[in-house]
Every structure is written in C-alpha cells, then in structure tokens.
C-alpha cells in the first residue's frame, strides 16, 4: 500500500472514529431544559473593566463577553466563519465595496420593551465608528428604511461583515446624545443585566422577549472576576461557587483532565502574543536584521510544548495577526533556524551577539511570565541577551505606550500586547505602519505591504484574496516588524452537569443562549 | 556576641542564617544546573538527575532553590541596613530637635504607617519598576518607621544624660552630637534592630514575589517559586513546600538571633518594636 493511500486509509479511520466519539458524546448529552443558574470565573486579564458610571456598557463589561447581554449585527462562529446575528442579510450595494446594504431582523426588543430599529443601529455606529478601530473606516451611516440601513466606507472594504461582528459593535437604543448609548446597559442580548460590581462581578436574569425563541435556557448567568487570581478561581470551583472557570492557565489542564465531574474544553485557537518592536530614533529594531535574527532566533515549537504542553493547546506563530486556525495562515517553514539568527546579528555589526533593551511583560494570561522566561532563554542560544522585566497589569498599558508626544523622548516601550484571533481582513490590518502593534513600522516594504492590503480589501472573491494574504504574511515574515511567536488555545472548565457551553478562539464571543444544565 | 552564642535558641538561629548565607553564597559553585537553563520536559518528578524534579519550565527546581535566597537576602540586609541608617538619623535628630522638627517627622512616620504595606509598595512598582534597587529602597523605607520610633524614644532619654548637655554646653552642632553622642550609644539597639528589619524585610519581600510586586521573573527567589507552585499544590507538593520551607528557617533562624542578641544586650527590642 503507498503511503497516500496509508494516510488516506488512516485519516478516514480517525475521522470515522471522531465522528462515532461526537455522536456518542452527543447522545449521552441530555435534552435541554429550561431553569437553573451558572456562575463562572473569568481570568483574562483584559484590563477594560470600567467604573460605577459605565461598567454596564459593552465597552467596559468586566469579561468582555457581551453577547450574554447585547447582540451585534453579526457573529463570527467557534471555526471564525461568519454568522448573521441581528442582520438578515448584509450585501455590498455596488462593486465598489464602499457601500453596504443591511437588513436587520423584525421583532427584535431591548430589554426595556422598544422594538429595535434602523435609527437604533444607525446611532450605535455613531458611537462605534468614532471609538472602535475597526468601525473607523464607517464615514455615515443612511437609515433607508425603518429595516433597511447603508454603511457608507472610505474605502472598499471586501470583509466588512466582520466588522459588524466586532464585539464593541453592539446595537444599543439610539440616544442624541451619542456619548450616552450603552450607559443603561440594554442590549437585545438573551439575557438582562440585573446587578454589577465595576470590575468584580455581573449578574444576569433570563430575558423573556429574547429574539431567539425558546433561548437562553438558564435563569441566571453571574460571572466573577477573577483574573490574575488561578488559585482562587481554582479553590472557588472546587467549592462550587463556581460551575465553570474561562481561560485557564494551560499548565493546569494535566492537573483538570484529572479532575473529578469536568469537562476540558478547548477551542480551535486563541490569543498570541504581539512582542512590539520600537523604531524610535536610537532603536536597536530600526534595523530589519536584528528583527529578524530576533524572530528567527525564538524557538516556537519549545515554547508550544513547554508553555502550552503540545500543540493540543497552542500553535506556532508567523509574525502575523493571523491564527493558525485560520485558512489563509500561511505556517513558518523553518519556525527556528539559529544559523540565520547568528548570520543577521554579524551582517548587523554583532558577530559576538547583541543584549536587546528590556522587554516588559505584565501577566495579562496567566502563562505570560514563563512564555517570556522561555523566549529569554531560547534567544540566548543565537547569543541575544533578552531581559525581561514583569510589570503589574494595573497601568502596563499607559506604560507601554508611552506618550503621544513624542518630543518628551516617552517612546512607546518594547513590550508586548495580547491579540485575539479575527478574520485577515481586520487582523492583516493590525500591522499598519500608524498602528503601536506594529512599532509604527514604516518603508517601502511597509508600503508595497499596505498596497497589498487596498489590494485585498477591493478583491471579492475570497480564494482571490488568499494569494494576496501569502504575500502579505512573507513581508512580515522577512521584515519582522513585530513578532508573534505562539498563541494559546483557549481552554475553559466547566461541571460536566453544565452543556453546551461551546469554547470560542475570540473568548469575547462565546455564547451563553444554548447553554444549560441538567439536574 | 558571645553571650548571645551560649543561649541556645540563639545559637541555632545563628547557626540557621550562616547556613543560609553559605549556601546562598556559594550556589553558583554547588548548583547542579544553571537556575534558568530549559533542561527537560516541565514538571519532571523527584530523581536521581533532578533531586527535587523540575518546574514548569523545564528547569531544575533544586539548583532554582539554592540560588533562591540570594537575591531576596541582598534587598532584606540592604532595605534593613537603609531602614537603620535613614531610621537612626531621622529618630536621633527628632529627639535631638523636638519641637516642630520632631511633630513633622512623627507625624510623617504614623501618616507612613497607616498605609498598607502592600498598596504602599504596589504604587512604588508601579511607578519605578520592578528592579533591585527600587525594591531596597521600597522595603527600605517601609521597614525604616519602626526603627525612627525606638531610636527617637532611646534619643531622648540619651538627650537627658550628662555627657550630651556637656557636649551642647561645648557649642558642638547639632549633627557632630547626633554622631558623636547619640549614635555610638544606640549602636546596641541599632544592632538588634538591623536584625529584627531584617528578617522582616526578608519576609516581606517574599510575600511581595509572591504577589507579583517583587523580584521579577526569571531570577530564582523562594517567593517567587512558591508562588509558581501553587496552582501546581496537589501534584507537585515540592515546588511549593521547599522554598516555604527555606523562607521559614532562614526568618525562624533571624529572629531567634535577634532575641538571643537582644537578651544578651539587656534590651527589650525584639519583643516589642514599632512598626
């Protein structure tokens, strides 16, 4: 027998045998029932929690997860492909891609009884095309009719359903006053905010009128900060305050497959890592080389089998935005190849090796302080000195931007940001030379780079895109304007008495509708 | 010194620090492994290779715990030695003073202290980083309020005795008495308070790498690695119960010292001190 036809023969085996696994899973699973509450502990440490005044609107909630309240016009699913939420239909009005057309749902409610409308959506991106990074590309909005309304670009943009799948892109009641909406926190989300201690905990009732008929199951959704505390989080689980715990630290899941009466579940990919590398004027990473032999020099498949335990739990990088996940993530040929590191380094003037400034990493996931010691000690091998240096989350974000103006010499720090995994368009995007992601990259690469990307953003045809994206993710490959080495997948506990609650890479998208508990 | 050596609660704590110091001293030498090198696969068990087997990272748990002490003892003799001098100066120089000089400093001293230790030190990282110096100088200035206290309490009853009228009557400025009067007659008390700070600092500073607060990762520190340990707690018992168990010797062993010394002095410091 040929080896092809070996594989074949295998890959049919496993998938025969992952398919019988799914459907014995799913039979053993008991049909869903209505009542019952779940509280669980959150612990990424996403650092937008707001205060008493605003810690009920989607931009602030303490997890991010704002699906449990509000709903935006559509949703990226668990394999990150796109799904109509509150929109029937979302269609580019001409070929332009500068125009779009949306349609949105009929019978949709807030939670204070209103039928929700074109206007409401029209004035939720008000507020989001001023504030959401994604939506800034929205020059107005045209209400067409009371179902109807056009999304009107500065550019074409081929992916612009995604943006409209952004988490901050709730739609919220209208408001003149545009800095007000989402103060209330009312959301057409499937459940109601009942209370909320700013940064500490959140708890929902089941909202009756919900647009999905018959959903959510559960009476009650409450979720408890507790980031930065895995011990806490931990003891609170095993005494049952809590019934499921989110983004767990990775090195815990030997120790949780152990667990009695729980349930691991991981999704497809996760957050990585973006180390940003300064080009300020005396920067070592002005010049491409010592990116480059700093990137080549990390060994990435180590730092998935020792910080994550395997490639179950995490993934090797490409120095992009994009997931390995995703099907147009073009993976590294060599993810390390210390000949080339040392080669960079005597080409750049550091035959003998380089010590790089300090890198600051604050524990924004729990794995952050060994994924970094690791990194330090794998460069070491090219004969580049890393330090590194922890900071507390509280304010490592002001401390590693810097500030705005720059002739107070308070560049932007070489530090790292966490970036969660989104379709190319938006996440190709998070490179651009005006962005702190990407150490303000500029040049001509940086250039033919952003070309490739209008390129992209004017092709429909996704299959067209994808040779476009190739090209995009080799620039960053051999330039290294920022690196991205490895990313998690995230990994959620729960009692096995809790079901269908489904892991998402973008752990700010996971819904709480199908969820629900047996006795 | 050697009266404090003939009590043995003494003797064994004093016996406890120089082990300690020995072997902090001499891990470079006595470690199997460098502390940071990657060696093997995380969470090896305990064996013959890896004595007590290795963390999460890889890396040989028993080398991390004898390098471990090193750094949190450097900032606990520095912050100790800054707590004393800048304690003893400002203490002295209130009783010296009095009067308003001696209100402000009080006050200074009880305003320090009704800030908790913690979110005093969490505003001091947050805006000086995380680095040696600046964790000497925080715990330094935290341990210094007890020592201004007792030092400023044993200055003015020294500001009664004879000789320091004689010296004032002679027109010696104030700071030639404070040196020359003052602190050579509290060197006693200063002794067993370096000694009480200490140990304090010590474990201060492991609490605060506990917390995330003190010595920054990947350097080897008992606090450090326990706090590394604890989710591990249920499999991995020795990551967490090693360096716990050097915190608490190489403390048990400093105070016992100070008391001993203490006693041996006729002083009552190590049962009672401020702050």
Redesign the interface.
Known sequence: MSDLARRHLLGAGAAFLGALDASLAQAQQPSPRRGGALVYAQMSGNRRGGDASNSRHPYYMVDLITRSAYNTLAWVDEELKLQLELATRIAPADDTLKVWEVTIREGVRFHDGRMMTAGDVAASFELHRRRNFASAQIQRTEVVNPTTIRFHLDAGNSEFPFVLAEYDCVVMPANPDFERIGMEGIGTGPFRITSNDPQRRMTFERFEDYWRQGFPYLDRLEVVNRE?Q??AA?AGYRARQFDAMLNI?P??I??MEREPQTDLVAAASGDQAVIILPKHPGSAFNDARIRRALSAAIDRE?LVR??YGGTRWGWVGNDSHLAAADPMFVAPERPRDLALARRLLAEAGHPNGITLPTLYYA?QWPEM??Y???I???VREAGITLP?????N??YQRFRMGELDVSRGNWHKFAYTAVGPRNPGISLFRMRPANNESGYWSGPAADRYMALYARAMLTAEAAARRAIYAEMQAILREEAPAILPAGRNNVLIKRNTVHNLRNHPQHWSIRWDDVYRSA | MRAALRRPAALLGGLLVVVHLVVAIAAPWIAPFAPTSLLDAPLEPPGATYWLGTDDLGRDAFSRLLWGGRVAMLVAFAAGAVAVLGGALLGLAAAYRRGGFDDVVMRLVEMKLAVPTILFVAIFVTGFGQSVPVLIVAVGIIQMMGVVRTSRAAGIVLMEQGYVRAAQLNGESGLIIILRELLPNVADLLAVEFALRASSALLLVSALSFLGLGISPPTPDWGLMVEDGMALLESEPALVLAPALCISTLVLGMNLAAEGLADALGLDAARGGGG
Request: aromatic share 8%; charged share 35%; net charge negative.
């Open positions: 930065g895995t011990e931990l630290d090195r815990l030997r120790q180590g020792i910080v524990p302080a060994r970094f010691q690791f330090q000690e794998s590194i240096e922890e900071r507390p509280d304010g």
